[in-house]
T-cell receptor
Framework: DTEVTQTPKHLVMGMTNKKSLKCEQH?????MYWYKQKAKKPPELMFV???????INESVPSRFSPECPNSSLLNLHLHALQPEDSALYLC???????????????FGAGTRLSVL | GDSVTQMEGPVTLSEEAFLTINCTYT??????LFWYVQYPGEGLQLLLK?????DKGSNKGFEATYRKETTSFHLEKGSVQVSDSAVYFC????????????FGIGTKLQVIP
């Protein structure tokens, strides 16, 4: 099983709302990732968690707040977003954290976020 | 820094045609190389991988060979189907150190009946 599950699939929110994206994997992977993908562009890395600790933050604005409650779950808390934050948000996981050779990332189907 | 260059597309082919999507890379050391596929409205799926020079990755009729001498990892398929219509990303993962993946721009493939 190489499944990464993301909920919800679609989310519409206003600029004053607070919402959360959820990601779950049961493969025993030690690293989890958040990516942002705009239309017709490749994914851009936002955050990496290794062993449930934040290891990489790609200078993401503070209106995006990641959380890793346990080794299987990854959340992305959203607050005061802007319309330009509308995108597909992808979660991924890998067996080993960044630094291990040939590390394959497995992606979820994504949450399509629209900010009005 | 690391970079991946792939043809932008879109690539439009008739069913059963031969497919080549070019990918070249720039990186130090011995990176691992991947092809991911993204179907409309979905996340990315790993299509195939190669972790060292001369490795050939293959899956679902797709193949790619890791060519260190030409720093390339071109994707090929002998006979495409309408269901292959998707966006294909060439991806590099540097070995050791900070292993941020580097994505190519993505090539949209449209297969017409």
């Amino acid at each position: 099983d190489t499944e990464v599950t993301q909920t919800p699939k679609h989310l519409v929110m206003g600029m004053t709302n607070k919402k959360s994206l959820k990601c779950e994997q049961h493969m025993g992977h030690r690293a989890m990732y958040w990516y942002k993908q705009k239309a017709k562009k490749p994914p851009e890395l936002m955050f990496v968690y290794s062993y449930e600790k934040l290891s990489i933050n790609e200078s993401v604005p503070s209106r995006f707040s990641p959380e890793c409650p346990n080794s299987s779950l990854l959340n992305l808390h959203l607050h005061a977003l802007q319309p330009e934050d509308s995108a597909l948000y992808l979660c991924a996981s890998s067996q080993e954290p960044p630094g291990a050779g040939g590390n394959i990332q497995y992606f979820g189907a994504g949450t399509r976020l629209s900010v009005l | 820094g690391d970079s991946v260059t792939q043809m932008e597309g879109p690539v439009t082919l008739s069913e059963e045609a031969f497919l080549t999507i070019n990918c070249t890379y720039t990186a130090t050391g011995y990176p691992s190389l991947f092809w991911y596929v993204q179907y409309p409205g979905e996340g990315l799926q790993l299509l195939l991988k190669a972790t060292k020079a001369d490795d050939k990755g293959s899956n679902k009729g797709f193949e790619a060979t890791y060519r260190k001498e030409t720093t390339s990892f071109h994707l090929e398929k002998g006979s495409v189907q309408v269901s292959d219509s998707a966006v294909y990303f060439c991806v590099l993962l540097r070995d050791g150190g900070y292993q941020k993946v580097t994505f190519g721009i993505g090539t949209k493939l449209q297969v017409i009946p």
